[in-house]
């Protein structure tokens, strides 16, 4: 069993930074892949980051590529999303997931989720 809690969220102007961090509890968080996603109102949950169990493997939406960068600290049983070069679009909730070893892009492919963490980001 693997509980997640996600922190960070805020609002910031357009151009502006955010650091999100989720913090997973469990003794074998490092055998979890670990994802981002996130949902805007009225749209469905969509992938924006992933990263292997090890760490040494990362993907991203086509959206964020180059601007958001996820790690994670198998010591500190978190992981991070650096969010750079904010845009309005990316207003929505986001959503960290885990499922065993290997990530997806799929978030039916997770088995636990945290409760979202909201991200506004201004004109």
């Known amino acids: 069993q693997v509980q997640l809690v996600e922190s960070g969220g805020g609002l910031v102007q357009a151009g502006g930074s955010l650091r999100l961090s989720c913090a997973a509890s469990?003794?074998?968080?490092?055998?979890?892949?670990m994802g981002w996603f996130r949902q805007a109102p009225g749209k469905e949950r969509e992938f924006v980051a992933r990263?292997?169990?090890?760490?040494?493997?990362?993907y991203y939406a086509d959206s964020v590529k180059g601007r958001f960068t996820i790690s994670r600290d198998n010591a500190k049983n978190t992981v991070y999303l650096q969010m750079d070069m904010l845009k309005p679009e990316d207003t929505a909730v986001y959503y960290c997931?885990?499922?065993?070893?290997?990530?997806?892009?799929?978030?039916?492919?997770?088995?636990?989720w945290g409760q979202g963490t909201q991200v506004t980001v201004s004109r």
């Open positions: 997931a885990a499922r065993r070893y290997y990530s997806s892009s799929d978030p039916a492919a997770y088995d636990y």
């Open positions: 469990g003794r074998t968080f490092s055998s979890y892949a």
């Open positions: 990263i292997y169990w090890s760490g040494g493997t990362t």
